[in-house]
């Protein structure tokens, strides 16, 4: 017995008359019959009850007939599950976030992907560094991840999503927090509040990275997880630090951000990534609804490497 024996069976009982069922069923009435009496056969039973002039259910055929229109109900429910995981309706991404730069661009994703493609399912999860993202990446226990500019990794794929300005936060009150814009070489006697060393941070490297070229390498009097804690830590006043443009939501309180002149890089770009051979469907429909709900900015006047 397989599904086209049920579903001869179903429009046969429908129809009681084979030749409305055969024509139903876009096929002959003799190969019809033949295999309604393969089926008694396999089934041991009579289904129908047959005459010259008539077709009637045994009660076989009628005891049988809900649980094999169930089957055919449930063959049916597959294959549209199937059509709409195949066209990127259905299914799961799971997507990589790092806390407080990607408080904006998160929200604004997963809202247009609920709204689009409410049948796939967004599975977020935090991720302190970007490093750590992009190794699960690589790995096949994500699908998508808010990363930044450079992506190391040949398998992986970016698009640039936000340009962030580095800039320079200080307590309310710092002499300094009224100027402007600050010479990073001027601020070479001030404390540091940084990220740690040992994980990899973009952030924490370009820090030094700057002062060094600055002529100083910064004092730093505190190391903080992430930088949500580091700008608090500069709010209450431990020291001063370097943070990014999309950060500065985080903290407002007791804190000022003043943009640096004369660094390079002075901005960093934050992306979307993910592995040039996932082949999911949900991936591309969240990869493609992600174009309009984060569009690429304009970058004409940076040099992306």
């Known amino acids: 017995?397989?599904?086209?024996?049920?579903?001869?069976?179903?429009?046969?009982?429908?129809?009681?008359?084979?030749?409305?069922?055969?024509?139903?069923?876009?096929?002959?009435?003799?190969?019809?019959?033949?295999?309604?009496?393969?089926?008694?056969?396999?089934?041991?039973?009579?289904?129908?009850?047959?005459?010259?002039?008539?077709?009637?259910?045994?009660?076989?055929?009628?005891?049988?007939?809900?649980?094999?229109?169930?089957?055919?109900s449930q063959v049916v429910a597959v294959?549209?599950?199937?059509?709409?995981?195949?066209?990127?309706d259905q299914g799961r991404?799971?997507?990589?976030?790092?806390?407080?730069s990607s408080q904006r661009a998160l929200p604004l994703l997963t809202r247009?992907?609920?709204?689009?493609?409410?049948?796939?399912?967004?599975?977020?999860?935090?991720?302190?560094?970007?490093?750590?993202?992009?190794?699960?990446?690589?790995?096949?226990?994500?699908?998508?991840?808010?990363?930044?500019l450079p992506t190391p990794h040949p398998e992986l794929e970016s698009r640039v999503v936000e340009v962030e300005q580095i800039l320079c936060a200080l307590p309310e009150g710092h002499p300094r927090a009224n100027q402007p814009n600050l010479s990073?070489?001027?601020?070479?006697?001030?404390?540091?509040?940084?990220?740690?060393?040992?994980?990899?941070?973009?952030?924490?490297?370009?820090?030094?990275?700057?002062?060094?070229?600055?002529g100083f390498r910064p004092r730093v009097v505190q190391v903080s997880p992430d930088s949500a804690t580091a700008l608090a830590l500069v709010a209450a006043g431990a020291g001063i630090t370097?943070?990014?443009s999309s950060v500065t939501p985080a903290q407002s309180v007791g804190i000022v951000y003043r943009e640096l002149v004369d660094i390079n890089p002075s901005h960093?770009?934050?992306?979307?990534?993910?592995?040039?051979?996932?082949?999911?469907?949900a991936l591309a429909a969240v990869l493609k609804v992600s174009e309009s709900a984060l569009p690429t900015p304009d970058l004409s006047g940076f040099a992306l490497k």
């Open 268 to 281: 960093m770009f934050a992306t979307l990534t993910w592995r040039k051979d996932d082949q999911s469907p």
């Open 184 to 214: 990073l070489a001027d601020l070479h006697d001030e404390d540091f509040v940084s990220l740690p060393s040992d994980t990899g941070s973009i952030l924490q490297a370009t820090m030094f990275a700057l002062c060094i070229t600055a």
């Open 112 to 148: 247009a992907v609920r709204e689009s493609h409410p049948g796939i399912e967004l599975q977020l999860e935090s991720q302190t560094y970007v490093y750590t993202a992009l190794d699960k990446l690589l790995e096949g226990s994500l699908d998508l991840a808010f990363a930044r």
């Open 93 to 100: 991404v799971r997507i990589a976030f790092a806390g407080a």
């Open 1 to 72: 017995m397989d599904i086209k024996d049920l579903e001869a069976f179903a429009v046969v009982a429908e129809e009681l008359h084979f030749g409305r069922a055969a024509a139903k069923l876009h096929m002959s009435q003799p190969p019809l019959s033949a295999r309604i009496k393969q089926l008694e056969q396999s089934l041991g039973l009579q289904l129908f009850e047959r005459s010259t002039r008539s077709v009637a259910l045994t009660d076989a055929g009628s005891r049988l007939l809900v649980p094999a229109r169930k089957v055919l």
């Open 242 to 244: 370097i943070t990014l």
């Open 79 to 88: 294959q549209n599950l199937a059509e709409s995981i195949a066209a990127g």
